[in-house]
Each structure stands twice: as structure tokens, then as C-alpha cells.
């Protein structure tokens, strides 16, 4: 079937772009149900409803262009933009998920060779960026949980695709992050659930390399997945304590400066463990983290996290100190060096925080006096500056004024003592 024409609209489809704009939902429902209406028509610029619903932000009109059919992969655009670059652009990931999980293909370009998540990254909005490289279908994993050729079982239960696939969409990677959602849902606090879980992730991630189109990002974090999910099943085997006890391991900071050395360690073997040894991106993260000593930049797990989410440093944003969420405010009344997302996170962090807080109350009080005497010693500087510069400003008037006087004497002289000019006596 070949694509509409751009620009051939009618008139009640020139309504419905003018109805997206304005966000009526109810209108737009109306208009899509009327005969000379075509879901995907094109604007003059090649543009379909459904990405000017992306663009503009709004949700639920793409929602409902969806659920008429619209084509979440037209390329007609005059620059070969897709719905889901523009939903990038709008640095709404509500859209931007939506769009993958409507089967959005991210690795197409435009006409200037970017992918959506380049163009989400050119224009800064990184929350985009993070979902589409971190998107895996529901569709990919429900493949495990049917039996394939003379499986009599499935290598995944039914039951524990959506728990699973919660934490592989996951886009905080931190470890304890990833342990309490393991903890969150009952399902998972079985020993057998998580080793099937386990295995599936091995099996995605080897899957990731084998591809025609190998992908060493998502195969990298399939493989983090399936080292903390058996680390939960070893931990629930010989403790049965819920998972309490791995997380107090993962926040234990060290007694001098409250660095988690057992999360970086946990961390560093994650990566050391990646069974692809000729990967890039293995050989990059290694290059990263291996010269650094504990406690210092880079953190390995700020290197996975930028390896994997596309995400440079920590930006404009606050994170827990407990469990990595984005947008923390809460912080701890002493020291005042460290955020949480709630109380809860700061409850959970005490038994190990409180050995350092008073020692970091002191490093921002001194850092503070220093910062003051600093910026008085600045301000003390420019004001002897600007002191030092009224003064030679005055002077050079004081010798700009004593010039003229010498100058206006030196011609006195000079008419005083030449000769009178003769009078002509008629």
C-alpha cells in the first residue's frame, strides 16, 4: 500500500491537526471515527498525527491515534524524522515508552544520519535518551515463558515475566535499588524463581552478542541483571533473612570516609565477569575503573551507568544515597553531605552513616570557613584593587592637569618675551 500524499489532506483532517494542537482528546476521537479521515495522512512536511501528538507532548492523544492504528514507524517526514525522534525531542519518556512499546525501531536515522537518541541527546533531553537505550519489549521476554521445540516447560514461568521485566527496565542501576525491588515483590523471594530468572538473563544477554546486529549495551546490562539476581538467590539460600542483610553489606561504608567498598567491589566483579572477553565496551569499562582506587572517580558503578544509560555524570540532578533515585531533597539535619529520597532510604543508610556524619559535619564546616575566608580575602583584594586604581586614576589627572599648566606657563613666557609687533605710524 503506498503512503498518502503529503500535503493531500481534507478538510476534516486539517481539523483533527488543528484538534492535536490543542489537546482536545474527545474532538480528535470524534474526527478519527469520520470516513475521509486517514490516521496516517501527511501534513505538507510529511508529518502524521501521530507525530505532532509526539511532539507537543501529549500523551493521550498519542494514545488514542495509536489505538486507531496510526504507524508508529512512518518515515515520510521531509527530513526522514520518525514519531519517535520527535517524542524525544519533547522530553517526554510517558511518550517515548509509549512509542517503543508500540514497536518504535530505534536505530533508524534521519537525513542528517542521527537515531532518536542522538537527537534526544543533541537537545539535552537525557531522560529520553536513558529509555530508549534501555527499552527491552515484554514481547522479547514473554518468548521465554513458552516452551520452544521439546521443552516441556518454559525456561520462565508465566507468573514472572512482568516482575522481571520491571527490573530489566529498570533505569537506575544501582544495586540496592535492584535488590529492593527483587525484595518488593513475593514472587521473586524464591530461591528457584531467581535462578530461572537468572538463566533467562544469561540467555538474552548471550542473544545480544550472537544478533546479527550485536548490542553490547543491552547485553551488558542483561548480564548485570542476571549477577544480581544470583547474588540474591545465593544470599536468600544460606541467610533466609528477606534480603535485609544484602543491602546492609551493599551501604557498609568504610570507617574513614563511609564508601561502600563492598558494592564497588560487587560491582567491579559484575564487569570483570562479562563472559564476552573481545567486547568494546567490556574493554572500555575495564580501562575506566581499573587504574582507580576505591573511593575515588570514577565510581564503577557511575561507569556502568554511563556505559549503559547513556547518562554522563549526575548533571543537574540529586541522587539517594541509599538506593540511587533521581530528584533526592532530603537530607541528613547534621551533616548535610548526603541526600536520600525519603525517610525510609535514611533510616536504612543510619547504621552505617552515623560512624562518618560528624567527620563530614566537620569537613563542610571547615570547607565553609575556608570558602568565607576566601571570599573575604577576594573581596579584601579587589577593594585594595580598586583603591590602588582610584589612586592612579588621580594621579595621572594630578599630572595630566600639571602638563597643561606647564604647558600654558611655557606659552606665557614665550608671548612675554617676543618682540612687540611694529605700529604702522601713518
Known sequence: MSAPKKGALTDTEKELLQVIAAGNVQEASRLLGCKDV????????????????AYKGKAD???LLLQHGADVNCNEHEHGYTALMFAGLSGKTEITRMMLDAGAETDVVNSVGRTAAQMAAFVGQHDCVTVINNFFSRKRLDYYTKPQGLEKEPKLPPKLAGPLHKIIM???LNPVKMVMLIKENPLLLDVEALEKCHKVMELICEKCVKQQDMNEVLAMKMHYISCVLQKCGSFLKDQQ???????KSLLKGRDSDGFPVFQEKFLRECI???PYCDATLLQQLVRSIAPVEMGNDPTALSVLTQAITGQVGFMDAEFCTTCGEKGAEKRCSICKMVIYCNQDCQKLHWFTHKKVC??????????ESDSAKRLEKQAKELEEKKASEETSNAMEDLSI?????TSMSDTLIKTESAEPIPINAD
Open 401 to 405: 592637569e600639571q602638563r597643561e599648566v
Open 358 to 367: 560528624k567527620k563530614l559535619q566537620e569537613q563542610r564546616q571547615k570547607h
Open 61 to 63: 492523544m498519542c494514545k
Open 241 to 247: 533473612d528477606k534480603l535485609e542483610g544484602l543491602i
Open 272 to 274: 570483570r565477569k562479562f
Open 170 to 172: 529498570t533505569t537506575n
Open 38 to 53: 486517514r490516521v496516517n495522512c501527511l501534513d505538507e512536511y510529511g508529518m502524521t498525527p501521530l507525530m505532532h501528538a
